[in-house]
């Protein structure tokens, strides 16, 4: 890259399952919609076909866990170290299932995203993860559920939002039918954001500036 290339964003992935919305990020940045680059993608399961795909792309794949570093303030350290080394300027979970502390919060100060397959702050915290969220949705009889994007702070699902979105909900649907829905969702709009920020379009400092304010 030359030095007058524009800038570009720097971008740390953590994700411990499939990797789709990973691999949307991947492809937006390969296409240009974002305008940055993953630069590593660590996850807590050596199996993880998210660390494949990274592989695939040419990006550091690294497994951090508690194997590695039982103590979790520990592994949280070794995770700052892979992404700092790494420049990374942003870092986005994307269906990443372990709760992560404060050593890793502080290093990047509003500067962790999190992408939750509901409207938060319903259907979100310990727990909700995976089809249980689809489940609790289609349970309170909802017509519609959704995407949120949000800035990753020490409670489950809990930072401020940064986007959401509405999926409809079907009268046949089932978990699985309604999961697919709100993924393709997500495939959209997480690139959508970080694109926003990476061309400074969205700034997560005044997200979360306001937030507080309404607190
Ligand atoms: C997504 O539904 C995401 O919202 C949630 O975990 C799931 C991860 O899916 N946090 P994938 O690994 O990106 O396919």
Known sequence: MSSDDPKTLNIGVLASGGGSNLQSIIDACETGEIPGRVVVVISNNSSAKALERAGRHGIDAVHLSNYHYPDDEELDQAIVEVLRNGGVELVCLAGYMKK?????????????????????????????????????????????????????????????????????????????????????????????????????????????????NQD
């Open 100 to 212: 992560r502390g404060p050593r890793l919060i502080k290093a990047f100060p509003n500067r962790i995203l999190n992408i939750h397959p509901a409207l938060l702050p319903r259907y979100g915290g310990k727990g909700m993860y995976g089809v249980r969220v689809h489940e609790a949705v289609l349970a309170a009889g909802d017509k519609v559920s959704g995407v949120s994007v949000h800035l990753v702070d020490e409670l489950y699902d809990h930072g401020p939002i940064v986007a959401q979105r509405e999926v409809p909900v079907l009268p046949d649907d089932t978990p699985e039918t309604l999961a697919a829905r709100v993924l393709k969702v997500e495939h959209e709009i997480y690139p959508e954001v970080i694109a926003g920020v990476a061309r400074g379009d969205i700034n997560l400092d005044d997200i979360v500036e306001k937030s507080r």
